[in-house]
């Protein structure tokens, strides 16, 4: 019951919502028949307050919890092995060399990931952003956006409904969608991934922890993890029925849209925040 849902959750409005982002997104959802009369003076009588930290315990974001699915990753043992491997491409270089590449490469991919997202909130929302800045790979990046929006959005007649959209739960986890998308009234998450290579499966056979030990251990299903948690968020929560996920995977000349790894299920998203709680 929609109505229910928003006496008993109220507080669960999106965290920051003065932020353009989510304010884009509620105004938006506003003009939908997403929600009754009712709950629509609800929701503006509330004024989309920032949620309250349950218990006063504080937030643990999606992907903190997504990482109790993998073993920890000890970059100085991998490196010692990989420089002492003649079959490696890191073989007779330093330790401290090949951590502080891995280090760096992660630091570049973090960058660019908020570079597009700042060149969405450019193209949707007129926000400040100087192309002249980009390094050559960002820049890329953003004209593939240009030729997504052209060649998928505005054909198929895609809209925004909202970007960088943060949702929470009462277990205090929060994460934020890149993206959430309408055709009709049927709602489509997206989430913009900027990796190298997206990988679909292991190669060699390591799998993830926990309820999720029959999957690989690869960024597409982490990633497919990731945006399964923002549905069941949104219909747990908000009582907002998604109808389909999609990862938005942008490279400097190319850009492809990406299907979950694997079938939403509900038990194995609520067995994997159980677990993820109990290593956090």
Request: glycine share 6%; aromatic share 12%; hydrophobic share 40%.
């Amino acid at each position: 019951n929609k109505e229910q849902v928003f006496e008993d959750s109220i507080e669960l409005m999106m965290p920051n919502a003065e932020c353009s982002g989510n304010t884009y997104f509620i105004q938006n959802l506003l003009k939908m028949s997403v929600f009754s009369t009712n709950t629509l003076a609800k929701i503006k009588q509330v004024g989309y307050k920032l949620y309250q930290t349950h218990k006063g315990s504080q937030s643990i974001g999606v992907k903190r919890l997504l990482s109790a699915l993998q073993e920890p990753f000890d970059a100085f043992a991998i490196a010692t092995r990989c420089v002492a491997n003649p079959n490696s491409k890191y073989f007779g270089r330093t330790v401290e060399d090949v951590v502080a590449e891995w280090s760096n490469k992660g630091a570049k991919t973090g960058l660019r990931g908020m570079g597009l997202d700042n060149y969405v909130a450019h193209v949707y929302e007129h926000a400040e952003f100087d192309l002249n800045q980009c390094s050559e790979d960002l820049l890329g990046m953003c004209k593939q956006f240009d030729v997504f929006k052209e060649s998928v959005l505005d054909v198929t007649g895609l809209e925004l409904v909202g970007r960088e959209l943060w949702v929470q739960d009462t277990n205090n986890i929060k994460g934020r969608m890149d993206a959430l998308f309408a055709l009709s009234n049927d709602l489509i998450i997206f989430d913009w991934k900027t990796f190298e290579k997206m990988e679909t499966s292991n190669s060699y056979g390591k799998k993830l922890l926990g309820p999720a030990s029959h999957l690989d251990d690869c960024n597409a299903n982490l990633a497919t993890f990731q945006i399964y948690l923002y549905k069941y968020f949104l219909k747990k929560y908000y009582n907002i029925e998604v109808k389909s996920c999609r990862i938005g995977w942008f490279r400097p000349t190319f850009f492809k849209i990406v299907k979950p790894n694997f079938e939403y299920d509900e038990k194995l998203i609520e067995e994997v925040i159980e677990y993820g709680l109990s290593k956090t």
